[in-house]
C-alpha cells in the first residue's frame, strides 16, 4: 500500500527565470519535472503534483505517469497556495507526506526513500528532513499526518517554515551528500552554473 505521498509543488511562475520555465527545462533530454516525477515515483510512494491548471504546458511533460495532478488556482499566493492544495487533496489513508521541491535537480530517489526509511524506523511519527553533508538544513522534508491540519493553514511564500519550527523538538536530520540538500535552479545563471559544474564532473 502506498501510505506515504510524494508532493511537487509545480504552480509557481518560474518568474525569476526570465520567461523561461525551469520546470520545462532539460536535463539529459528530460523536462526536469518529469525527471523529478519519475525519481519520486520510484520511491514506492503516492506522487502529487500541483500545477496552475490543468491545461498548463506543465502537465503535458507529466504524460503518461502515475501522478495525482492538482491545480491550484491561487498559485500567486506563493508556495502555501501548493502545499495547501496538495496536501487537502491527497487519498485517505496517508502516514506521511514528503514536500519536494522540483526545482532541485541533485535530489534522487535514494535520497527521498532515507527520509522514507527514517520514518518508519522510528517508534513515534518524527519529521525527517534532510541537511546538507555540514548539517545546513535544506530539503525534502517529512511531514507526519498529524502535522497536515497545519499543513493546510499555511499563508504566504515561505512554504512550511513554521510547521518546522513548531516542531522542532520532533524533528530528525538527515545529512545528504555534499549540497544535494540545498541545490535549487531559480534562474538561468543558477541553471548555466550547474550543468557546468555537471559537464566538469564527468
Known amino acids: 500500500m502506498q501510505d506515504i505521498a510524494i508532493l511537487l509543488p509545480a504552480a509557481g511562475a518560474s518568474s525569476r527565470m526570465r520567461g523561461r520555465d525551469k520546470l520545462t527545462e532539460l536535463v539529459e533530454g528530460t523536462p526536469l519535472l518529469r525527471r523529478q516525477a519519475q525519481r519520486a515515483i520510484a520511491a514506492g510512494a503516492h506522487v502529487c503534483v500541483t500545477l496552475p491548471d490543468y491545461d498548463h504546458p506543465r502537465a503535458k511533460v507529466l504524460a503518461g505517469l502515475p501522478v495525482q495532478l492538482v491545480a491550484v488556482p491561487d498559485s500567486d499566493q ?4 501548493s502545499i495547501r492544495r496538495g496536501i487537502g487533496m491527497l487519498p485517505r489513508g496517508i502516514v506521511a507526506a514528503i514536500i519536494l521541491p522540483a526545482d532541485m535537480p541533485d535530489l534522487d530517489t535514494q535520497d527521498i526513500s532515507l527520509l522514507i526509511t527514517g520514518f518508519r524506523a522510528t517508534p513515534q511519527p518524527m519529521l525527517q528532513q534532510a541537511t546538507s553533508e555540514d548539517g545546513r538544513p535544506g530539503h525534502p522534508v517529512l511531514f507526519p499526518a498529524d502535522c497536515f491540519m497545519a499543513l493546510q493553514q499555511l499563508t504566504g511564500d515561505q512554504g512550511a517554515r513554521d510547521v518546522l519550527k513548531t516542531n522542532e523538538h520532533r524533528v530528525r536530520r538527515v545529512a545528504l551528500p555534499g549540497a544535494k540538500a540545498l541545490t ?12 557546468a559544474a555537471r559537464i566538469c564532473a564527468q
Open 78 to 81: 506563493g508556495m502555501s497556495s
Open 184 to 195: 535549487d535552479l531559480d534562474t538561468p545563471e543558477a541553471w548555466e552554473e550547474w550543468q
